[in-house]
Nanobody, 125 residues
Framework: DVQLVESGGGSVQAGGSLRLSCVAS????????RGWFRQAPGKGPEWVSG??????????SESVKGRFTISVENAADEVTVYLEMGSLKPDDTAMYYC?????????????????WGQGTQVTVS
């Protein structure tokens, strides 16, 4: 099986930066394409960014394009997906979730992803 563990969330002032990490362990060959989603209080989940297996192709929602950067490090027994977040705004406040296992790179749809992390909170004031 695959386990995803996020870290790097926190509180930051508007205009600041954070880097989220998501470590995938276990049968990492099945993680395929990965992505980040977020959910703000009282709102539904929102796709933020996606990346293909090799890390050569990236995708971003319009709300974060130009401010966030997704990347991946593929090791033999562990895969780490990063989300570098810059020029943060209060609207970026949400719980951020790492997702993996999609056959479709950059998929916006939760049901395309088989594996999910527990989430990491980002608060921008």
């Amino acid at each position: 099986d695959v386990q995803l563990v996020e870290s790097g969330g926190g509180s930051v002032q508007a205009g600041g930066s954070l880097r989220l990490s998501c470590v995938a362990s276990g049968y990492t060959l099945s993680t395929r394409c990965r992505g980040w989603f977020r959910q703000a209080p009282g709102k539904g989940p929102e796709w933020v960014s996606g990346i293909n297996r090799s890390g050569t192709t990236t995708f971003y929602s319009e709300s974060v394009k130009g401010r966030f950067t997704i990347s991946v490090e593929n090791a033999a027994d562990e895969v780490t997906v990063y989300l570098e977040m810059g020029s943060l705004k209060p609207d970026d406040t949400a719980m951020y979730y790492c997702a993996a296992g999609s056959w479709v790179a950059g998929s916006l749809y939760e049901h395309d992803y088989n594996y999910w992390g527990q989430g990491t909170q980002v608060t921008v004031s």
